[in-house]
Each structure stands twice: as structure tokens, then as C-alpha cells.
DNA sequence: TTCCTAAATAGGAATAATTCTTATTTAGGA
DNA sequence: TCCTAAATAAGAATTATTCCTATTTAGGAA
């Protein structure tokens, strides 16, 4: 079941729609946890078991350089991997790998205002990020 | 010169006083430039030919972990330190490697009183690290 | 529809960052 | 001064990522 606006996104963007592509991006967009390009691989596998793992960070650098997927800075050597792209921050867990999205207008809104009223020196603010690290509690421990 | 204070800070924390971790922790506490360990590796050999490259990560772990140094996410696969501990955020430039402090109180009260009144459901917020992403204008291009 | 070409891919080698292993050394308490 | 657990050096191993090259393919042109 290809997602047909995972193929209008690769044509917005000028890429040529290749089966690889609309694989990596639809399981991108799908998965939710934020997939290290390994993960996305081994999902990746299971439907095209000859994908190879240089195409497939060679196409996730690809869309993210289009602004089709972010970058996830993590705690550890992994880099990992977003299909969404509104703007929103990242809830870091201390005790696990584990990282949520986080919406917030209200928040985005209170910085954005904060930043365009404060005017750093020298520096002209482009976007800006939130990792807020805690702990999920009891009734949310496992996911 | 070997900085008294570092001394201090081993001890306080328990830990083995050894040249080694002398000299790395007076390493990343006086370079201001958020070094990879890699980094820190060559400015340490210039006076300690013979300091190990798995020593200087084992250490800057052990470091981390009594909260003595901070990891800074990056947006390539390297990490780095940094020897500020107190609150602060961090500038990264979209045209280079470069990532500088950012210090601001007033920021610091506004997310802290935010988060605190928002209760983000069942997640428990320890801590919080905003990055800015943008660029240094042309006066302050150079560093 | 067929042909053509630049771009994309597969597969595997190469590289870079980090961790692991083990024998040796050492800090600091007894 | 001695003893032992902890720290270190050196290099091997592992892991993530990039690079290389021959082959394939998407999509525009004829």
C-alpha cells in the first residue's frame, strides 16, 4: 500500500520517484520513534530485501537536505531520523533510548517571541530546538 | 601549571587523582570550543606523549557521569564536550562547525517557570538544553 | 514507444569514531 | 611500605557512516 502523497512529496520536491525512495520515506513517515537509518533498514528489508544501506542514508541525507525529514541529535553515536516536520521538540528520556515528540504552540510561540525581542549579538536566529530530558512515569514506562 | 581547582573538583567527586585526569579536565575546562575527543587527544600529547586515545574517552565518560562535563549533541556523527556546567544553551552555525555558548538567565527563568506551570503529561522534566540554529553575521564571522 | 543519459542503486570496500580487551602500572588506604 | 582495586596504554574489534564503481533505471526527447 504505497502512500500516494509519499509520491507527491518526491515530485514537489523535483526527485525522481523511485521504489526505494517511496519505501524509505513512506517508513519514515510512518514509523513514529524517531528510526536510526539502521532500523529503517531492517523494516525496509522485510518488503525489499536487497535494498542496500548506503542508499538508504544516501537518500535520507537527500530528503533531509530538501527539508522533507529532520535530524534527531542523540545522547549516543546514532544519528536518528524525524518525518516530521512541523516545528516541534523532542521529550529525551534518562533512563532509555526512548525519544517523544513534543507539540507545544504555546511554547514555540514564547520563544519565538523571546528570541526576535532579544536579539543575540552577532547572530541571527534561523529555528531553534528544545530537548527537554526527564523521566517518563509509572503509567507511561513502557511504549 | 597544573590548575589547583581541577584538583579540587576530582577529589570532591571521590575520584582517583591521576595525571591523566588531570590534564584532560584541565583540558576541556579551559578550551572553550566544545572539542571532540579526538581534539583533546592532540593538545594532550603535546605535553603527554604517551596519553591513550581510549583512556581520554573513558575518562570524559566518567566525567559526564558525575556531572563534572557536558556532551553536546552535533549535527555530524562526532561528540563533543564541553567543561561548562552551569545552565546554558547553545549557538550553532548552519554554515560551519562551530557551536558557541549561550548564556541567558532571563531564558533560563522563562523556560524553567514555562515547564514548570505546563506539566507535560506523565513525563517528569529534569532538564533542558535549547538549541539556536542560525547563522554569525559578517562581523563576527571568523573565530 | 523506444532510445538516451544523467542520476540512482547495490554491493562491498574504506574510513572514522568509539568501545573493548588484556597486561601493566599506580593511587591511595591499611 | 605493602596491597589491591582501579586506572592506563596499546592495539584489536566493533559500529556507524561514507566512498567507490559497475550496473540499473527514471524520465525526458525523438
Known amino acids: ?33 524517531h528510526p536510526t537509518a539502521d532500523t529503517i533498514c531492517d523494516y525496509l528489508r522485510l518488503s525489499y ?4 544501506i548506503g542508499t538508504v542514508y ?21 544519528m536518528r531520523y524525524d518525518g516530521v516536520i512541523t516545528q516541534h521538540h523532542h521529550l529525551y528520556c534518562i533512563d532509555s533510548e526512548r ?15 523571546y528570541l526576535k525581542k532579544k536579539k543575540i549579538p552577532d547572530f541571527i536566529v534561523e529555528d531553534f530546538k528544545l530537548q527537554i530530558i526527564g523521566r517518563f512515569n509509572e503509567k507511561n514506562k513502557t511504549k
Open 1 to 33: 500500500m504505497v502512500n500516494r502523497s509519499v509520491v507527491k512529496i518526491l515530485a514537489k520536491h523535483g526527485m525522481k520517484i523511485t521504489p526505494q525512495r517511496i519505501a524509505i520515506l513512506d517508513v519514515i513517515i510512518n514509523l513514529q520513534n
Open 49 to 52: 530485501p536487497h535494498i542496500s
Open 99 to 113: 525519544i517523544d515528540d513534543y507539540y507545544d504552540d504555546g511554547l514555540n510561540k514564547l520563544l519565538n517571541d
Open 58 to 78: 544516501k537518500t535520507l541525507d537527500t530528503f533531509e537536505s530538501k527539508g522533507i525529514i529532520n535530524k534527531v541529535y542523540s545522547e549516543t553515536d546514532t
